[in-house]
T-cell receptor, first 114, second 113 residues
Framework: EAAVTQSPRNKVAVTGGKVTLSCNQTNNHNNMYWYRQDTGHGLRLIHYSYGAGSTEKGDIPDGYKASRPSQENFSLILELATPSQTSVYFC?????????????FGPGTRLTVL | GQQVQQSPTSLVLQEGENAELQCNFSTSLNSMQWFYQRPGGSLISVFYNPSGTKQSGRLTSTTVIKERRSSLHISSSQITDSGTYLCAMEGAMLSGSFNKLTFGAGTRLAVCP
């Protein structure tokens, strides 16, 4: 069973502050992803990674950076947080066994930017 | 860009009734996945179903790649089935969306006693 954990689970930040969301997975999956979920928009992909040292822009990368220092860890960084970034953030990891592909999600982080 | 349309947007059932949730894709897909989410909860994979029909208990998923659609059938619904069901597609290889999921907006299901 894939295990994806996120920290913190809840975060209140001030506008202009720096926020780092962390994600850890213990199943040696190559691919990791950061999404945000907002009412009316569903889940949208922010950044993703194919392995340690790699980061790629997703569909809505503006205002976010990502870091993948190891196979297990993938961070999402908001250098200058804004109220529009208030959302629930989900991390996911994915395996790719040839043509078989699934994603497993963490519990989510609720971020409020005041 | 690719789009994923889910229907219905919401659904209310009496316990014991069946439900059919639909997902339609605007572009070719390599695979798709159904997820379940409780309010305030995370996404739990219900089916990974790139093609054909899969069944797990009271849930059945059917994906027809050529027609760019997938369905999730819930039989004999229970109150604990309440929540949001999301489908997501992985784009075809070389599409730029390979190994990435695009989500539908979800179907909110409420099962009443």
């Amino acid at each position: 069973e894939a295990a994806v954990t996120q920290s913190p689970r809840n975060k209140v930040a001030v506008t202009g502050g720096k926020v780092t969301l962390s994600c850890n997975q213990t199943n040696n999956h190559n691919n990791m992803y950061w999404y945000r979920q907002d009412t009316g928009h569903g889940l949208r992909l922010i950044h993703y990674s194919y392995g340690a040292g790699s980061t790629e822009k997703g569909d809505i990368p503006d205002g976010y950076k990502a870091s993948r220092p190891s196979q297990e860890n993938f961070s999402l960084i908001l250098e200058l947080a804004t109220p529009s970034q208030t959302s629930v953030y989900f991390c996911a990891s994915g395996r790719d066994w040839g043509s078989s592909y699934e994603q497993y999600f963490g519990p989510g982080t609720r971020l409020t930017v005041l | 860009g690719q789009q994923v349309q889910q229907s219905p947007t919401s659904l209310v059932l009496q316990e014991g009734e069946n439900a059919e949730l639909q997902c339609n894709f605007s572009t070719s897909l390599n695979s798709m996945q159904w997820f379940y989410q409780r309010p305030g909860g995370s996404l739990i994979s219900v089916f990974y179903n790139p093609s054909g029909t899969k069944q797990s208990g009271r849930l059945t998923s059917t994906t027809v790649i050529k027609e760019r659609r997938s369905s999730l059938h819930i039989s004999s619904s229970q109150i604990t089935d309440s929540g949001t069901y999301l489908c997501a597609m992985e784009g075809a290889m070389l599409s730029g969306s390979f190994n990435k999921l695009t989500f539908g907006a979800g179907t909110r299901l409420a099962v009443c006693p």
